[in-house]
């Protein structure tokens, strides 16, 4: 990918005498004020700003990503903007064609740059603006309505049975229709609470295997007329099940059988124990 490498980020601006370039710079925020500070810090953004945006509720998580072909793989990738100043450089985490960080922004516009091995870049594949110097940032603008899905997510969590169950509501004279709802009343009745050994003797015992996987080729007797080192086609429910047989001289037997295509195959597995 193309990406913009020229115009770094040192010397920018001439500083707190440079009058002119901080009247040409403006946030997007209509609160915004310029405190055109220099950051002592030579590879950061060198542009101090309040940018309206220091109330932390209704954030809304904001995935950047920066991309890299198989040829040119940068070790380090870190992403700093205007949503603190330009103040943090926050490391991308690496994946298979990208780097990429999660940031949580209120609705607004905000521009960013990215530090790729120790350069400041812009992706030429995202947007971008200029600011008051000539120097090319990429600029994301967030809008309420491209997170309304969390908000209705969000309420239909709080409707929900699941909603209920981490509130802490009673739920007594509720309905529970689905077996979602029944798994989640099973839950209320976990505790941390060791249970007695009359409870325990009460309790009902494990449910009893289906029927048809006690089936297991392996106990099958070979019809005469079939090869002796081939057994008979199995059910689809006996696959990719770990059977078991009573341990005898010190060894475990496991078997297992898997199809693959048209093929059944069944390994055995001896363990002294």
């Given at each position: 990918?193309g990406n ?22 403006r ?19 060198p ?23 198989q040829?040119?793989?940068p ?5 700093v ?20 960080t ?7 516009q905000?521009?960013?740059?990215f ?6 870049v ?8 200029q600011?008051?110097?000539g ?15 969390f ?6 969590f ?23 709802d ?7 009745s ?6 007695s ?15 048809q ?15 002796p ?45």
């Amino acid at each position: 990918m193309g990406n913009n490498q020229s115009g770094g980020p040192d010397g920018r601006y001439g500083g707190p005498n440079d009058k002119a370039g901080l009247r040409r710079h403006r946030m997007m925020s209509e609160t915004a004020k310029i405190a055109g500070q220099v950051l002592p810090n030579p590879d950061g953004p060198p542009m101090m700003f309040d940018d309206g945006h220091e109330d932390k509720s209704g954030e809304c998580p904001v995935v950047f990503r920066w991309s890299f072909t198989q040829t040119a793989q940068p070790r380090t990738v870190h992403i700093v903007g205007s949503w603190d100043n330009w103040q943090t450089r926050i490391p991308m985490v690496k994946s298979t064609n990208d780097f990429s960080t999660i940031i949580d922004l209120q609705p607004g516009q905000y521009e960013y740059k990215f530090q790729v091995d120790g350069s400041w870049v812009v992706d030429d594949n995202q947007g971008k603006t200029q600011d008051a110097a000539g120097n090319e940032n990429n600029m994301i603008s967030i809008q309420d309505s491209d997170f309304a899905v969390f908000e209705a997510l969000d309420e239909d969590f709080q409707s929900s049975t699941a909603g209920e169950v981490l509130r802490g509501e009673s739920e007594s004279t509720k309905n529970h229709d689905t077996p979602n709802d029944r798994e989640l009343e099973k839950l209320r009745s976990f505790t941390q609470e060791i249970p007695s050994m009359d409870m325990l003797r009460k309790a009902a015992g494990p449910p009893v295997i289906p029927p048809q996987l006690m089936q297991v080729l392996l106990n099958k007797e070979t019809p005469e007329s079939c090869d002796p080192n081939v057994l008979p086609e199995p059910n689809h429910v006996m696959l990719n099940h770990m059977y078991a047989l009573s341990i005898k001289d010190s060894v475990m037997v496991l078997s297992s059988t898997q199809r693959y295509r048209k093929k059944f195959v069944t390994t055995l597995l001896y363990k002294p124990v």
